[in-house]
């Protein structure tokens, strides 16, 4: 069971709920994922279209929520951000993001660390989405972070574990849950972020964007459980030297 | 068309409005989410950019000029 906090989780996939083309698409394919915390972001409401109401159905469906800060730009905005979502949702878990850059999203860490001390501080369960930096996140973990979400590549660009050696790094060091958010693009890459040890894995576009996101969430669910036990189990070693399987000797010049 | 005292202008979501001045915050939040179909317990709100929690709705007035934000939960990753 992965503990986060003061709640366990028998699922080690977390989905977000972003870029599905319906919102019934998005509960079936939550549900084959076998997801149990799931991504929302805190908007303002149009007054002329309304809301679409998905917050309902997801209740419902018992996973819990996990609200983001996205659109923050800076410390004052995230914090706002995070007082929102817990009038809103009722929860104090949070998971701080702040990307001021839009065209790669990359995490700004100075405002993060901040945002992560001071939300800490007024008793939130905090999961700062960062950069794959071991030094941030162990000042992360240092300041009260529940976990770390450290990126494999940049949101939605389905690129994988381009920041491996480094993820390798914070998940030996970590004391906290290690979650690889961002840019897991399949499931085999998945299955290779909980290879390397990762306690968690969140996924949204390779799941969303699939022809057929149901088919991909059970896909994951699969490929991250997968990667979990061979982890649990052990990886051989790695060399650069052939080492046989079969023995050599006594067969045929004996 | 309106009593100049019956009514204060307030800002919601940056369109000014204008309220009964003896409204509450819940009552301007309850009429504005059931004009159109919003869950009222899925939303937040802040006034003068201070986050006001749940348990004021009820007894906070509002005053003129005002600027609400009324926020909601959407899709996201």
Redesign the interface.
Known sequence: MLKIGDYQFESRLFT?????AA?QT?LAAIAASKSQLV?????????N????????PLRDSGVKLL??T?GARNVKEAV?AA???R???GTDWVKLEIHPDPKYLMPDPIETLAAAKILCEQGFTVLPYVHADPVLCRRLEEVGCAAVMPLGSP??SNQGLATETFLKIIIEQANVPVIVDAGIGAPSQATHAMELGADAV?V??AIASSAEPVTMGRCFAQAVDTGRQAYLAGLGAVSQQAQHTSPLTGFLND | MYKGKDFIAVS??D?SKLIAADSTVQSVLER?TEL????IS?????IN?E????ARWQAEPCLTGDKF?????????
Do not use: C, W
């Open positions: 977000g709920t972003g870029k599905f919102p998005m991504t929302l972001a805190v908007k303002r409401l149009d007054l279209t309304g809301s679409d109401n998905i917050l309902q609200p983001n996205a706002f007082h929102l979502a009038e809103m949702l949101i939605g969140l949204n576009t | 919601i979501n369109e504005y159109r179909g919003v869950d899925a939303i937040a709100v802040a950019s986050v006001l929690p749940r934000e009324i926020f909601s939960v959407v899709a996201g990753g």
